[in-house]
């Protein structure tokens, strides 16, 4: 099952246990929000929204915050000493989809815990050198 959404001004197609950068999207890293603007759900019986699906709502998770690349806007005009540059990066949020919910359902599935990283062992000292 698909579902599409409506996150900061796009749209994206989404299923579960998905990661995606969205925008708009508020919260602290490891809490569950729900989205409730869902234009499209998909699957063996496709229902679409005018302009959203009532009761239906994904479940996602906030893996994190991060910015964008640099995008540079410069401008000239040539032959009147004029330059004007300007950066700017992005704000953006790191989700993870948890679950498609319908008719009104609240999530179930709490946020995934976190991968131990496996520790590096020291590497073996050497009698031989004194």
Do not use: C
């Not at 919260?27 to 496709?46: A, H, N, R, S, Y």
């Not at 005018?50 to 239906?56: E, V």
Request: proline share 7%.
């Amino acid at each position: 099952m698909f579902a599409v959404i409506k996150a900061g001004g796009k749209q994206y197609r989404v299923v579960e246990d998905q990661v995606l950068k969205v925008e708009g999207v508020e919260g602290e890293p490891g809490e569950i929000v729900q989205i409730g603007d869902v234009i499209m759900l998909g699957g063996d019986t496709p229902q679409l929204g005018t302009p959203t699906i009532s009761g239906a709502s994904v479940a996602v998770e906030i893996v994190g915050h991060g910015r964008g690349p640099k995008v540079i806007a410069f401008k000239k005009r040539r032959r009147k000493n004029s330059r004007r540059k300007r950066g700017h990066r992005q704000d953006f949020v790191l989700i993870r989809i948890s679950e498609i919910l319908t008719a009104g359902a609240k999530p179930t599935k709490g946020p995934k815990p976190k991968a131990a990283k496996p520790k590096a062992e020291p590497a073996a000292e050497q009698d031989g050198a004194a």
